[in-house]
C-alpha cells in the first residue's frame, strides 16, 4: 500500500510539473475567515511553476494565520510564465483588477533575472506596466526574488553563486527603479546554505523548490508583507520543528 501511494504521488507531482511546462494555468483561491478579529489581507501571487510547485500561496497563508493574520490567497501561474507574459494576459490583467487585493507578488521566470540583457528588455519594462496596472487597482506590488538554480547556468557561464548575484542585482535594481519592495528568498536561500550546505531546498530538478525551499519563501514574504519576524510561528507546514526553526530565522534576519 505505500509503495502505490508514494508511486501515485510520484505521479501526480510529475504530471504537475509537466502540466506547468506546456503553460496550463493553475487558479487557486483561498478566502478570509470571517470569523477572524483581525481585517482581512487579500495577496495576489503572479508567477511560474516556482509558485504552483508545494502550493507558495498556501503555505504562506498558514504562516500568515499562525501569526495572528486573516489572509485571502489568489494565484495565476503558467510553467515557465514570464512577466511579460503575464502583462500582456488579460487572464493576469483580469485578476488584478478583480478583487480588492492589497498586495500582488510577482515573481519573474527564473533564468531572464541572471542575464543582464534580459533583465532589461524583457523583465524591466513588463515589471513597469504591471506595476502600473498594481497601483491603478489600489494595491501595493512586491517583487519576488527567485534563488538560482543548483547547477547555476553553466551555458551563459554562471555558476550558482554568480547565477544568485545577477538575480539579485536585477530584481534590486527593478525594486529601486519602481520603488516597490523585494522579498529576497534568492537571498535567504544562500544565507541557509551557508549556514547548513546539506539542507535540501532544491528538488532533484535542481531548479524548483523542496517543501523547505517553498516554506522558506513564505517566511521571506511574511517578514517583507507584515514587517514581523517569522521565528517562533508554529505553522511548520509539515517540516521538523528544528528545520523550520532555521528557515524561519533566516528569513527573519534579511
Given at each position: ?41 487579500r495577496?495576489?501571487?503572479?508567477g ?17 494565520d ?47 533575472p541572471?542575464?543582464p540583457g ?8 513588463a ?10 487597482a ?7 526574488e527567485?534563488w ?24 534590486t ?9 523585494v ?8 544565507g ?7 539542507i535540501?531546498?532544491w ?8 517543501e ?25 507546514d ?16 534579511l
Amino acid at each position: 500500500m505505500r509503495r502505490t501511494s508514494a508511486l501515485l504521488l510520484g505521479l501526480c507531482l510529475g504530471l504537475l510539473l509537466c502540466l506547468g511546462a506546456f503553460g496550463v494555468a493553475r487558479l487557486a483561491d483561498a478566502s478570509c475567515s470571517p470569523l477572524a478579529r483581525s481585517p482581512c489581507v487579500r495577496v495576489l501571487f503572479l508567477g511560474d511553476s516556482y509558485i504552483f510547485v508545494n502550493d507558495l500561496p498556501t503555505v504562506f497563508r498558514g504562516l500568515a494565520d499562525a501569526g495572528g493574520q486573516n489572509v485571502e490567497t489568489g494565484m495565476v501561474a503558467n510553467g515557465g510564465e514570464t512577466l511579460a507574459q503575464h502583462a500582456a494576459s488579460s487572464q493576469s490583467r483580469g485578476a488584478i483588477g478583480g478583487s480588492r487585493w492589497q498586495f500582488v507578488i510577482l515573481q519573474e521566470q527564473s533564468e531572464i533575472p541572471a542575464l543582464p540583457g534580459a533583465s532589461q528588455r524583457q523583465m524591466a519594462p513588463a515589471a513597469q506596466s504591471l506595476v502600473a496596472v498594481i497601483r491603478a487597482a489600489g494595491a501595493t506590488p512586491v517583487l519576488l526574488e527567485t534563488w538560482a538554480h543548483q547547477g547555476g547556468l553553466p551555458e551563459d557561464g554562471l555558476d550558482y553563486g554568480a547565477m544568485q548575484t545577477a538575480i539579485d542585482e536585477s530584481y534590486t535594481e527593478i525594486g529601486h527603479e519602481l520603488g516597490v519592495t523585494v522579498a529576497p528568498a534568492g537571498q535567504a536561500w544562500a544565507g541557509v546554505l551557508r549556514l547548513d550546505p546539506s539542507i535540501a531546498l532544491w528538488q532533484a530538478d535542481g531548479s524548483h523548490p523542496s517543501e523547505a525551499g517553498t516554506y522558506l519563501a513564505a517566511c521571506v514574504l511574511y517578514a517583507r508583507l507584515f514587517h514581523r519576524s517569522p521565528v517562533g510561528l508554529s505553522a511548520t507546514d509539515g517540516l521538523s520543528p528544528s528545520l523550520a526553526a532555521t528557515l524561519q530565522t533566516v528569513a527573519g534576519q534579511l
